[in-house]
C-alpha cells in the first residue's frame, strides 16, 4: 500500500520560511514524478512544484522563493518555501505522478498525502 505523509507546516509570518516534508512508502519514489500540490481556502487546488530525475517545474507564483527537492535513498521529497506570503496559505499536499508524466497538472497524478496546513500572517 502506498502512503505519503506530509510534515512540516504550521503558521509563520510573511517573509519567513518553512520546509515541508513528505515521507513515502510502499513504492520506490526514483523512477517517478513527484509533485507538491496546494489547496487555498475556498479554491481549486493547484499545482506548486515537481521533480523527476532531470528536471524540476514551478508555478509561476512561487519561482525564486520555493525549491524543491528528493532524497531517493530515503524516499522522501521535501519542499523549502521562502519569503513566504499570505497568499502562500493553503493545506499543502504531496504526490506521486502516473509513470512518464511530470507536470503540474492534478489529474496526473495518483497516489496522495493528507496534507499539512501552512498558514501564512501578514
Known amino acids: 500500500q502506498v502512503q505519503l505523509v506530509e510534515s512540516g507546516g504550521g503558521s509563520v509570518r510573511a517573509g519567513g520560511s518553512l520546509e515541508l516534508s513528505c515521507a513515502v512508502s510502499g513504492i520506490m519514489i526514483s523512477p517517478f514524478c513527484m509533485g507538491w500540490f496546494r489547496q487555498p481556502p475556498g479554491k481549486e487546488r493547484e499545482g506548486v512544484a515537481a521533480?523527476?530525475?532531470?528536471?524540476?517545474h514551478y508555478a509561476d507564483s512561487v519561482k525564486g522563493r520555493f525549491t524543491i527537492s528528493r532524497d531517493t535513498a530515503k524516499n522522501t521529497l521535501a519542499l523549502q518555501m521562502d519569503a513566504l506570503q499570505p497568499e502562500d496559505t493553503a493545506i499543502y499536499f504531496c504526490?506521486?505522478?502516473?509513470?512518464?508524466?511530470?507536470?503540474?497538472?492534478?489529474?496526473?497524478?495518483?497516489?496522495w498525502g493528507q496534507g499539512t496546513q501552512v498558514t501564512v500572517s501578514s
Open positions: 504526490a506521486r505522478a502516473l509513470f512518464g508524466n511530470c507536470g503540474l497538472l492534478a489529474a496526473d497524478y495518483e497516489d
Open positions: 521533480i523527476d530525475r532531470d528536471s524540476t
